[in-house]
């Protein structure tokens, strides 16, 4: 059993850590702004490798960091990276990748809004990142962001379709109802919850209950933040697409400080 002595020097231990990754974060940031096409290159190849470790506390030591120094940039190479890290199989990468979009849209919206319209272009059609942005955008109180989320309902992939519509409904955006009535006959299914097999409902149908809640006027502004990962915002429709967790987004942001 340890002591508590023992138990101290681990506190020590760790916060001694804490302080030597804020060190190293700051640097970085530096070097970005000294050499910055030499710093993009390296976090590139730093999130490229980090994504190749699956889920687990390794893919969070190697990425969470690298999210919080993206947050502290800009420009459109950042935002791709970020996107790409809402791709990971980690849900604490997902979240703090999405925490820092969210912070950037604040800021340089334009620039998240391109890497949006980018990411549907670029990106496998199946890619997590892919639906976990539209929870992510609908937290930002920009008047472009139901334009960008009624661009994700033509989506080819149903999960990506699917949480465009939940985002929508949550939004309450009654531009986007006659979008929403070209799906009401949409066949594609989806999962409702990852842990029952059976729990899925066509995207005509989640059309339709997003309709009857934005005519009822029933939107809960935008989806409440879970962490880590992500489900699907407040009924209707209720979702939790794959993924596990909560949605990436959240409130505040920014590094660990």
């Keep these: 059993m340890a002591s508590v002595k023992d138990i101290q020097a681990r506190i020590e231990k760790l916060q ?3 302080e030597e990754v804020r060190r190293l974060q700051d640097e970085l940031i530096e070097d970005a702004e000294q050499s910055r096409s030499a710093a993009v290159e390296a976090l590139r190849e730093a999130v490229i490798e980090g ?9 969070a030591a190697a990425l969470v960091p690298l999210a919080e120094v993206l947050g502290e940039l800009e420009g459109p190479e950042v935002c791709d990276m970020l996107i790409d890290l809402l791709g990971s199989e980690e849900p604490e990468v997902r979240f703090t990748a999405g925490r820092a979009m969210q912070d950037l849209a604040f800021d340089r919206f334009k620039e998240v809004a391109e890497a949006t319209e ?7 059609r199946d890619n997590q990142a892919l639906r976990e942005l539209p929870y992510v955008v609908a937290e930002v109180g920009e008047p472009g962001v ?13 999960e990506v379709v699917a949480s465009a519509i939940e985002a929508l409904a949550a939004l309450g955006d009654h531009a986007a109802i006659p979008e929403l009535k070209k799906l009401t006959r949409d066949p594609r299914t989806v999962q409702l919850d990852e842990e029952e097999a ?3 409902a066509s995207i005509g149908a989640l059309a339709e209950e997003a309709i009857a809640m934005i005519d009822e006027g029933s939107g809960m502004g935008a ?28 409130q505040g942001g920014g590094r660990r400080r």
């Design 146 to 158: 139901p334009k960008i989320l009624r661009g994700y309902l033509a989506h080819a992939d149903a």
């Design 51 to 59: 994504l190749g470790n699956g889920e687990g506390p390794e893919a």
């Design 16 to 18: 001694r850590a804490e």
């Design 118 to 124: 980018r990411a549907a272009k670029r990106l496998a």
């Design 198 to 200: 059976d729990a899925q």
């Design 223 to 250: 989806p409440a933040p879970e962490h880590p990962g992500r489900k699907g915002p407040p009924p209707p429709p209720v979702r939790n697409p794959q993924g596990g967790g909560g949605r990436p987004g959240g």
